[in-house]
């Protein structure tokens, strides 16, 4: 079983003209059940929602959700560990903006969802997985923690 730990924040930027303020929901956790290290394992829950709301932004501007691995690896119990890159995601539905499909990884953020100029609230649902860790990946309980970077943008 792999781990993928995600926590609820809530964001805010300062400008150097006006604060901007909102607030974010992402899911606790994302695990992955896998039975057969030949093939991929989708993640649970599925869908996992980000959503945002009271979003209090500079007129014209977008808020940008971005992933990134803390680290090039899973934490595994013993042995070799499974790369970050092996997670992945599918955007399976967004409102109030777009979302993207990406894949994990520890040198740089991946974008996830974008809201349009001036919204207020949004979300996006993804479907996570877990592409087949291969032989010598022990059993056991293999942790990977993630970080959010929250931005307003100008599109």
Same mark, same amino acid.
């Given at each position: 079983?792999?781990?993928?730990?995600?926590? %609820?924040?809530? #964001? @805010?930027? *300062? &400008?150097?003209?006006?604060?901007?303020?909102?607030?974010? =929901?992402?899911?606790f /956790?994302?695990?992955?059940?896998?039975?057969?290290?030949?093939?991929?394992?989708?993640?649970?829950?599925?869908?996992?929602?980000?959503?945002f709301?009271?979003?209090?932004?500079?007129?014209?501007?977008?808020?940008?959700?971005?992933?990134?691995?803390?680290?090039?690896?899973?934490?595994?119990?013993?042995?070799? %560990?499974?790369? #970050? @890159?092996? *997670? &992945?995601?599918?955007?399976?539905?967004?409102?109030?903006? =777009?979302?993207?499909? /990406?894949?994990?990884?520890?040198?740089?953020?991946?974008?996830?969802?974008?809201?349009?100029?001036?919204?207020?609230?949004?979300h996006?649902?993804?479907?996570?997985?877990?592409?087949?860790?291969?032989?010598?990946?022990?059993?056991?309980?293999?942790?990977?923690?993630?970080?959010?970077?929250?931005?307003?943008?100008?599109?």
């Amino acid at each position: 079983m792999a781990l993928l730990g995600i926590a %609820s924040v809530i #964001a @805010s930027a *300062v &400008s150097a003209a006006a604060q901007e303020t909102v607030s974010i =929901t992402v899911p606790f /956790g994302v695990s992955f059940q896998v039975t057969d290290v030949s093939t991929s394992t989708g993640g649970a829950p599925n869908p996992t929602t980000i959503s945002f709301s009271n979003a209090n932004l500079i007129a014209g501007r977008a808020l940008r959700i971005s992933v990134q691995s803390a680290n090039a690896g899973f934490t595994p119990p013993s042995g070799p %560990s499974m790369s #970050a @890159s092996n *997670v &992945s995601w599918t955007n399976l539905g967004a409102g109030g903006g =777009t979302g993207w499909n /990406g894949t994990l990884g520890s040198s740089s953020y991946a974008l996830v969802f974008q809201s349009n100029p001036g919204t207020v609230s949004g979300h996006v649902d993804l479907g996570w997985t877990l592409a087949a860790p291969g032989s010598g990946i022990r059993a056991g309980n293999h942790q990977l923690t993630i970080r959010w970077k929250v931005e307003s943008i100008t599109p």
